[in-house]
């Protein structure tokens, strides 16, 4: 330990790999192997569930109590048997220490124009939260205004959702604790920096919406003691809260007591003319209200009652809303609806659908910035409000415009920029010429000009060309024996686009720093490519997507870049369920499977907190026509006796969205039926929820833990060496 420390204080001041002729047999030797002994997990064999004549077990079922006392001793005795097994990585501490350094680094959010100041998130580098600054001009000294750090002892408490007042004297912010979704709201005073007595509790999935003295926002109903962070979450309602009242005096403003399983989300014009109110019973496809406010009306009006279509407002002109909707558009298209016309027949087209999907479309500086998807990357246009295009802006590379900040009166607004190997950067944009240019870039301890992204596509089993995005070292040898990541989604229309996230930082440089590829697959069910490949990956359709992923690894080692033996797989949430239905469907195919707070039961996924909402995706197993698909692909109930990869499945204590007890039950099938030698571990994060607001200690804690298990399990030490 002494000899690896001296080293690694000896190479810290530079990083390049050195392993460059791929990991040789003695190199791999050194690699100690670990036993792992699981314990035993109590299976009640007794417990069946019949669905439409079919009787299907659930041995685990127990561990969906987490208070209860043999899941807590479970869960200690699992924390235990990873932590000992992770304790025995001879690289943990390195990549540890190598994280730090990625990610000590200084980074900016996008400035913003509030009342008479500009205000920006920042963050030194190893602070655990951003802190938000503020300045009377851009190029003006700037003060700590709201420090998210200050919220709790450990970092765990993290900001939310926050919106300023129209005149910017007042911000009403959210806070979370522990990771939860269960988020309160506080106001400060930005004059005096007093925070006001107001707090306003058992927010879930809700926006700040300010109205003269206060502001909309959504709530449930409080949960029952206990139930807090797995009980289902159902009436959400709208209400309005006046700044300087209780929470008990707030006006209920939109209910619907006869559909518990709808959402609902305010959102007031920029002028305060109108509030609009989006109901959703899932997560595609919202109805869509509108009231005017500068009326004694308090009836909201509807445009859309169905919950077919997207229907997203993006801003206001005088008595016109503008709404980006994928209704008669799978790539969307924007309209304008007349408030004193409202139906359909009278919409006006603004931006009509084309080949290349309309992600995003801002109203700043009396123009209109649509941020399209283009081959699974972002191209940016410039508009008037009449849908005349102006330009398109030029961006630096293959990469992803990830946020755009302006405001209706100014004609200069700001975007940040980002690719697989570059850092996100902050770039100034004048609306008028459509000139760019920096105003803040991160200076990283990563030489992303070392590095390559180029994108290739492959087939799916069934014949559909996919794109796929891999990034390597420039002129690395390709001998099938790269150490290789696989990253993927594929679902709720959401596109992997290619950036350098959070997730990202802490996986893939360590990775190309030793000379490994890193890939992110643009599968179906994603939205990439528009409505139409989105729903090509749900329901019944859902094994396209877990196809696709086997195909891009299986494209990954026919043309050389790895083998099965040097291939991880990734994926988060719904790519959880992805990697955990592709290591039990091809558990030959993948030497690491790393399934991050995944869905992975899906018989009973729908029972939990908003797990409901998901079912225009995955269906439900109380309906006759889902029921069979779904338990087809379960990743929980098709574990079988089988020599599994490599799997370190992980999950939080605090995850109220997808609930623990997916990987908990998962975890202990996998134990129970691994007959391979490969270990099977389950990483239980503590005061830390389904990933927002992370903090960065923690962060860096898992990535280490990640990588670490990886190079292990594929026999590759971590070496780097000084650069010269």
């Not at 962070?229 to 209400?239: D, S, T």
């Amino acid at each position: 330990m002494n000899k690896r420390f001296f080293f690694f204080m000896m190479i810290a001041i530079g990083w390049s790999c050195q392993n460059e002729g791929g990991t040789s047999s003695e190199e791999a030797s050194k690699i100690p192997s670990i036993t792992v002994e699981y314990p035993n997990t109590f299976r009640d064999t007794a417990l069946l569930d019949t669905f439409f004549g079919s009787r299907v077990k659930d041995p685990y079922r127990w561990l969906e109590n987490e208070q209860s006392e043999s899941t807590r001793r479970w869960v200690s005795t699992q924390q235990s048997l990873t932590e000992k097994y992770l304790n025995q990585l001879p690289d943990r501490e390195l990549i540890r220490q190598r994280l730090e350094k990625l990610w000590d680094y200084e980074r900016f959010s996008n400035p913003e124009k509030k009342g008479n100041y500009f205000y920006q998130f920042r963050n030194s580098g190893l602070q655990n939260q951003s802190v938000l600054y503020r300045s009377q001009s851009l190029t003006g000294s700037w003060a700590p205004i709201l420090d998210p750090n200050t919220f709790s002892l450990d970092g765990t408490a993290a900001l939310g959702g926050y919106a300023f007042s129209k005149d910017g004297s007042l911000l009403a912010y959210e806070v979370s604790e522990g990771g939860s979704d269960w988020h309160s709201i506080y106001i400060k005073d930005m004059e005096s920096g007093q925070v006001l007595k107001d707090t306003i509790q058992w927010i879930k999935f809700s926006n700040i919406a300010w109205f003269r003295d206060g502001f909309f926002y959504s709530r449930y109903p409080q949960p029952s003691k206990g139930a807090g962070l797995e009980g289902k979450n159902e009436f959400h309602q709208v209400y309005y809260h006046k700044v300087g009242t209780s929470q008990a005096e707030d006006e209920l403003v939109f209910a619907d007591r006869v559909h518990p399983q709808r959402n609902f989300y305010a959102q007031v014009s920029p002028d305060e003319k109108f509030l609009l109110v989006s109901g959703a019973e899932s997560t595609s496809g919202n109805a869509l209200y509108f009231r005017d406010l500068t009326t004694d009306e308090i009836a909201l009006t509807p445009i859309v009652e169905s919950f077919d279509y997207d229907f997203v407002p993006v801003g206001s002109d005088k008595n016109n809303l503008y709404v980006l909707t994928n209704f008669k558009a799978s790539n969307k298209r924007l309209v304008r609806i007349n408030a004193s016309q409202p139906d359909a027949r009278f919409w006006q087209e603004v931006i009509p659908e084309n080949g290349d999907v309309l992600e995003q479309v801002y109203m700043y500086g009396g123009k209109l910035l649509a941020l399209y998807i283009h081959n699974a990357q972002s191209l940016l246009k410039v508009l008037d409000l009449n849908g005349q295009e102006q330009g398109t802006v030029n961006l630096p590379d293959i990469g992803t415009v990830t946020e755009i900040k302006g405001d209706i009166e100014r004609t200069q607004a700001f975007f940040e920029f980002t690719s697989l190997t570059r850092p996100p950067g902050v770039y100034e944009l004048d609306l008028k010429t459509l000139q760019t240019k920096i105003y803040k870039e991160p200076k990283v301890d990563f030489d992303s000009d070392a590095y390559e992204t180029k994108q290739v596509w492959f087939e799916s089993y069934d014949g559909t060309r996919v794109p796929l995005f891999v990034v390597h070292k420039k002129g690395l040898n390709m001998d099938g024996q790269r150490p290789t990541l696989l990253f993927g989604y594929g679902g709720f229309n959401i596109p992997m686009m290619p950036i350098f996230n959070r997730t990202r930082i802490n996986l893939f440089p360590v990775i190309l720093e030793n000379d490994g590829v890193c890939a992110v697959a643009n599968i179906r069910g994603g939205g990439e490519f528009g409505t139409a490949w989105h729903l090509a990956g749900t329901k019944n359709k859902k094994q396209n997507v877990f196809d696709d992923f086997q195909s891009a690894a299986e494209y990954l080692i026919a043309n050389k870049y790895t083998s099965a033996d040097k291939l991880a797989i990734y994926g988060r949430s719904n790519g959880g369920l992805l990697v955990g239905a592709c290591l039990t469907q091809r558990p030959d195919l993948f030497r690491v499977a790393i399934p991050a707070v995944g869905v992975l039961d899906m018989m009973r996924y729908h029972q939990f907190t908003i797990g409901w909402a998901w079912a225009t995706d995955y269906g439900r197993s109380d309906v006759k026509e889902d029921f069979d698909y779904l338990l087809a692909y379960s990743p929980l109930h098709n574990v079988s006796r089988e020599k599994y990869p490599a799997t370190l499945i992980t999950t939080a204590d605090h995850d109220d969205r997808v609930v623990p007890a997916h990987s908990y039950k998962f975890a202990a099938a996998l134990q129970y039926n691994q007959i391979g030698d490969s270990p099977i571990l389950v990483r239980i994060d503590s005061s830390a929820g389904h990933g927002a607001g992370k903090p960065t200690s923690k962060s860096i804690a898992e990535g280490a833990d990640v990588l670490a298990f990886i190079f292990q399990n594929m026999g590759i030490p971590v070496v780097y060496r000084q650069q010269k």
